[in-house]
C-alpha cells in the first residue's frame, strides 16, 4: 500500500505563506488524480485543490488566486502553495491520491 506523508505545515500570521509537500512512497501522482482536503474545528473536511493525471487543476472558490497546486513526478511529490494566507485557512490539511489513501494530516495555524 502506498504512504503518504505531508509536511511544511505550522503556525504563520495572516498575510504569510506556506509549502505543504505530500510525498509518497512510490510514483502514484503522473497516473492518478492528487488532491488536497482541509478540515478545521468542528466543520466538514473540505476539497482545497484538485490535479488530475493530465495535470489539469481546479480551486475552491475561497482559495483560487492565493493557493497553488503542483506535482514533481520525478520526486513522487504534490505541493500545496499557500500564500496571502488567512485565519480561516486554520485547519488540518490532507493529501489524497484517488485509489491510494490519504496522508495522515498536517496542521496549519494562521494566527498573529
Known amino acids: 500500500q502506498v504512504q503518504l506523508v505531508e509536511s511544511g505545515g505550522g503556525l504563520v500570521q495572516p498575510g504569510g505563506s506556506l509549502r505543504l509537500s505530500c510525498a509518497a512512497s512510490?510514483?502514484?501522482?503522473?497516473?492518478?488524480?492528487g488532491q488536497w482536503y482541509r478540515q478545521a474545528p468542528g466543520k466538514e473536511r473540505e476539497l482545497v485543490a484538485t490535479i488530475t493525471r493530465s495535470g489539469v487543476i481546479y480551486y475552491a472558490g475561497s482559495v483560487k488566486g492565493r493557493f497553488t497546486i503542483s506535482r514533481d513526478n520525478a520526486k513522487n511529490t504534490m505541493y500545496l502553495q499557500m500564500n496571502s494566507l488567512k485565519s480561516e485557512d486554520t485547519a488540518v490539511y490532507y493529501c489524497y491520491a484517488s485509489g491510494n489513501g490519504w496522508g495522515q494530516g498536517t496542521q496549519v495555524t494562521v494566527s498573529l
Open positions: 512510490r510514483s502514484i501522482f503522473s497516473v492518478n488524480t
